[in-house]
């Protein structure tokens, strides 16, 4: 780990934690309760509409792949990058009044909950600044609140994609007629290797950083 400040990457860990966390848990609950209000009570029987992470937590997607996703992308292109996920949340389409419509209304609850806390997280950026005296320690709250706008608007275009299983992979099939979204139900098996090889390809980065960094350039400059 030649040429990496070991310590920057420790405090980025520290600082992102708790808004890496909740982007990720909100995102499956999200899920959950727009299901539950649908009439599928499935992932409230189970317990999962909860904030609580530890109901939440995929060892791989939202431990392994965030932390080593940081490390190779400080080692490669010097800028922190990473998404993740969390355990799916369980909806039974068969409880849901119009199983294509009401699972594509799921599916956008995730991405919207994303977006809600970006504006959570950039609101909190000049209160951190006004309310903390101590400059080192409010600058350490500044980089929580960076993460958390970073990390959910990743979550957010990333998860928006029309390509399932991804969100927008079902939202699409939700609107598209019969035929195509049985077309897309073929596709999904094959969705997150098409993901990570698009990721190592660079042609993700392509895709869905522009229009991160012009999300990241609108809200941050209203505030």
């Known amino acids: 780990m030649e040429g990496m400040d070991i310590g920057y990457v420790i405090r ?13 848990t909100l995102h499956e609950v999200a899920h959950g309760w727009v299901a539950n209000k649908l009439g599928d009570s499935t992932a409230k029987m189970l317990g999962r509409l909860t904030i609580n992470p530890l109901k939440h937590i995929d060892p791989i997607g939202t431990v392994a792949l965030p932390l080593g996703m940081l490390l190779m992308s400080m080692l490669t292109v ?38 809600l806390m970006a504006l959570f997280w950039v609101l909190m950026i000049p209160v951190f600044l006004t309310v903390i005296p101590d400059a080192n320690i409010a600058d350490g709250f500044v980089t929580m609140a960076q993460i958390g706008l970073v990390f959910n608007l990743v979550l957010l275009v990333l998860n928006l994609l029309p390509l399932p299983p991804l969100d927008g992979g079902r939202v699409l099939a939700g609107l598209v007629p019969r035929n195509v979204a049985d077309v897309l139900d073929k596709i999904e098996p094959y969705g997150f290797p098409i993901l990570i090889v698009l990721l190592l390809l660079g042609v993700l980065d392509q895709i869905i950083g522009p229009i991160i960094g012009t999300l990241y350039r609108l809200l941050t400059t209203i505030i």
């Open 78 to 115: 010097g800028q922190p990058f990473a998404f993740g996920w969390a355990k799916p949340i369980p909806v039974n389409t068969r409880n849901l009044s119009h199983p294509r419509r009401d699972m594509a209304i799921v599916a956008v609850a995730g991405p919207l909950a994303n977006l």
């Open 12 to 24: 980025l860990i520290v600082a992102g934690a708790i808004p890496v966390l909740f982007a990720i």
